[in-house]
């Protein structure tokens, strides 16, 4: 028998729905494009292929990578600021003094020595992870271009803040420095790594996790599952769900949290499981709850599998726990 569909309003077409259907079960959820492409990419595969991704030795390393990455390309060291802060003040003012960029250029040094620090504090602690997985590569060689006159980095402003010029370009750029108009060819470059965009973003918005927590359960028998989707309740409210999980007609919803978990946190999970009707949920979080209260909220639940401090386990004894909640009777 075919499906007849009937469409109640324009939403289909609008909103790239996928509409799950099965003996007992009707859902209609909305993948997230850009998490999908990224889960997608070829670097983030390896990465997330990792057996042990969230405990301590990788997740850790990982933290300290981003951590850098944030002080050298989001928050520049203090000398940067400054001369951003002088160009900044001066912009009205077409050159810079002479007896400035003297000023400028001798801090230039200690500008170079911190980048070139920090890539190869940044290419050990790759090594590091790379004795976990070694198949897993979270840098990429980058040039960063300074001018031959000043010795400071090119950057630019961005909504009121400094980015840097990374990567090779095609004509002559004037320094915003001291406003000497530099030649490709008489560029300076200095060669350092940043981690490979997908990475950052996976790590950054928690989507490794909850891709980690997903291929778990799909390692159980039968389980089809989904990250990072909206997912329609029956109030009419769409849900966004970490991990949605499906085995012979019975729903799973997943929440996961690699931050501290807030109260509401529980209470946003429990909305959204009452409202799309799952049938059993799993909360798992990186560290372990704050409140004796919300954890015993979880813990009375039969219907959930709580899994506090995953920071501390390997993958094997993740499964363990899974097991001992009540996905094992489906
Ligand atoms: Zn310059």
Same mark, same amino acid.
């Given at each position: 028998m075919p499906v007849t569909q009937i469409p109640l309003d324009s939403s289909l077409e609008q909103e790239n729905v996928t509409l799950l259907i099965g003996k007992n079960v009707v859902l209609k959820l909305i993948e997230d494009q850009e998490s999908k492409s990224l889960l997608n990419d070829q670097h983030v595969q390896k990465f997330l292929?990792? /057996?042990?991704?969230?405990?301590?030795d990788f997740r850790k390393t990982m933290d300290k990578i981003m951590e850098l990455e944030t002080k050298t390309f989001? /928050?520049?060291?203090r000398e940067m600021r400054e001369i951003f802060i002088i160009r900044r003040i001066m912009s009205r003012r077409k050159r810079m003094p002479k007896n400035l960029i003297a000023l400028i250029k001798s801090r230039s040094r200690k500008i170079y020595k911190d980048f070139l620090e920090v890539s190869k504090n940044m290419l050990e602690l790759e090594k590091k992870l790379k004795k976990i997985n070694s198949e897993v590569e979270v840098l990429n060689p980058i040039t960063l271009s300074a001018c031959p006159a000043c010795k400071i980095p090119f950057y630019h402003e961005r909504s009121g803040k400094m980015e840097f010029l990374l990567g090779d370009y095609k004509e002559a750029l004037r320094c915003p420095t001291c406003d000497t108009l530099v030649n490709r060819d008489d560029v300076e470059r200095i060669n350092i790594v940043k981690v490979i965009p997908s990475i950052e973003k996976v790590w950054k918005r928690n989507l490794w996790f909850e891709e980690y927590m997903a291929s778990i359960v799909r390692s159980l028998e039968g389980w089809r599952t989904w990250t990072s989707v909206y997912v329609l309740g029956m109030s009419g409210v769409l849900h966004e769900v970490d991990v949605l999980a499906i085995k012979d007609g019975y729903v799973l919803i997943g929440e996961c949290k690699t931050g501290k978990v807030k109260r509401e946190d529980v209470f946003t999970f429990w909305t959204k499981v009452s409202d799309v009707k799952s049938h059993i949920s799993l909360f798992a979080s990186i560290s372990e709850l704050p409140e004796t209260e919300t954890r015993g909220f979880l813990q009375k639940n039969p219907s959930v599998t709580l899994l506090e401090k995953?920071?501390?386990?390997r993958k094997s004894e993740i499964l363990q726990k899974m097991r001992e909640g009540v996905i094992r009777r489906i």
């Open positions: 292929a990792t /057996e042990d991704l969230a405990f301590r989001l /928050e520049p060291t995953v920071g501390e386990l």
